[in-house]
Structure formats: C-alpha cells, structure tokens
Nanobody
Framework: QVQLVESGGDSVQAGGSLRLSCAAY????????MGWFRQAPGKEREAVAS????????FYADSVKGRFTLSQDNAKNTLYLQMNSLEPEDTAMYYC????????????????????WGQGTQVTVSS
C-alpha cells in the first residue's frame, strides 16, 4: 500500500504564492507517475500537473503553465508544487495521486488511472 500526505494549503491573496508538498510512503518500485489534481465545489476533479519518475519528466495543464512548477526531494520521498501568481480561479481542494507503471504516459492519465490518493489540502485565493 502507498500512502500520500499533502500539506501546504492556505488562504492567500491574488498574486501570492504557496508551495504544496506530497510525501509518499510505502512504494516499492521506482517507476511511477505522480500527479496533482484539484477540485472546486460543483466542478469535476481536474489534472494540474504530473511527474514521471522514470525520466523526471513533468507536465502542466494549460491553465497553470508558467505559474506552477513541480520539483522533488528524493531523500524525503516528497513531490512539491510551487504555485506562483495565484488567482481566485485556483481556489480548490488539491489532491496528490500516485500510480505504478513505466508504460503509462503520465500526462494522459485521469483520475481513474491513479490508484492511490491523498486526503487533500485546501487552497483559497481571495481577490
């Protein structure tokens, strides 16, 4: 079993920054995808960014490209999402997700392909 723990969510004003963290525990293979998703009330859960551990490649949704950046700390088994120039539209519950499989094309994975999920961390951006 893989366990994911998110942290870093907070309330900020538009234009501010936050860094979300996702710590992973219990994984046994080095080839996997990890992703950040978000869900606002009344909306579908949507992919924000993803990471493939096989080659350290990253993907960003068009809505956050240029503002959000992924990074990782392998020693801490932690994936970070640096969020800059935050907008009210970024307000949502943010979830970290994990799934095994080197054959996966991580940017093409949706919520049904990810096997493990964290509990979420709330990000609120005021205008």
């Amino acid at each position: 079993q893989v366990q994911l723990v998110e942290s870093g969510g907070d309330s900020v004003q538009a234009g501010g920054s936050l860094r979300l963290s996702c710590a992973a525990y219990g994984y046994t293979y080095s080839s996997y995808c990890m992703g950040w998703f978000r869900q606002a009330p009344g909306k579908e859960r949507e992919a924000v960014a993803s990471f493939y551990a096989g080659d350290d490649s990253t993907f960003y949704a068009d809505s956050v490209k240029g503002r959000f950046t992924l990074s990782q700390d392998n020693a801490k088994n932690t994936l970070y999402l640096q969020m800059n120039s935050l907008e009210p539209e970024d307000t949502a519950m943010y979830y970290c997700a994990f799934t095994y499989g080197g054959s996966w094309y991580c940017p093409g994975l949706g919520i049904y392909e990810y096997k493990y999920w964290g509990q979420g961390t709330q990000v609120t951006v005021s205008s």
